[in-house]
């Protein structure tokens, strides 16, 4: 866990970030009801039309579709107004919330990426996802109908 100050000071950064031309990435805040900030979402740029998904939601929240609803709005944005082809998304191996999540917003399993992360002191594996326009597009044309 962050502390306090860790966490201004990457948001600060984050901020800056923002601002600049061309932008790396966009970022939306997640706030409850109460409009209490709870998590974000992040869409960075990647290579030939391409973006990756990032989000967290913190642990008193999870389970309530505050991800699920801004993990959607944020491929929406990055198919509509980015022009994304590809957007991927990875995963710890143990995450099965994220994993669940993904499969809703119809992410295809691509594989494992051994050694993705160093987080806690110990290399992490991942597991990478992704969502092509057409198969999103196809899914919201029949969700509409």
Do not use: K
Request: proline content about 2%; glycine content about 6%; aromatic content about 12%.
């Amino acid at each position: 866990m962050r502390s306090r100050d860790d966490q201004t000071e990457r948001l600060a950064a984050d901020f800056t970030r923002a601002q600049t031309e061309p932008r790396s990435d966009y970022y939306l805040a997640i706030a409850n009801c109460d409009d209490l900030l709870i998590g974000f979402v992040r869409i960075g740029f990647g290579r030939d039309r391409s973006g990756e998904l990032g989000y967290a939601v913190r642990f008193a929240d999870w389970g309530r579709g505050y991800a699920s609803e801004a993990a959607a709005l944020m491929i929406q944005f990055g198919l509509d107004t980015l022009r994304l082809h590809r957007i991927q998304a990875a995963c710890g191996p143990d995450n099965y919330a994220s994993q669940r999540l993904l499969a809703r917003l119809r992410f295809v399993p691509e594989g494992r990426i051994r050694d993705h992360v160093f987080t806690n002191d110990a290399w992490r594996d991942s597991l990478l996802y992704s969502v092509l326009e057409h198969e999103w597009r196809s899914e919201v044309v029949r969700a509409r109908n």
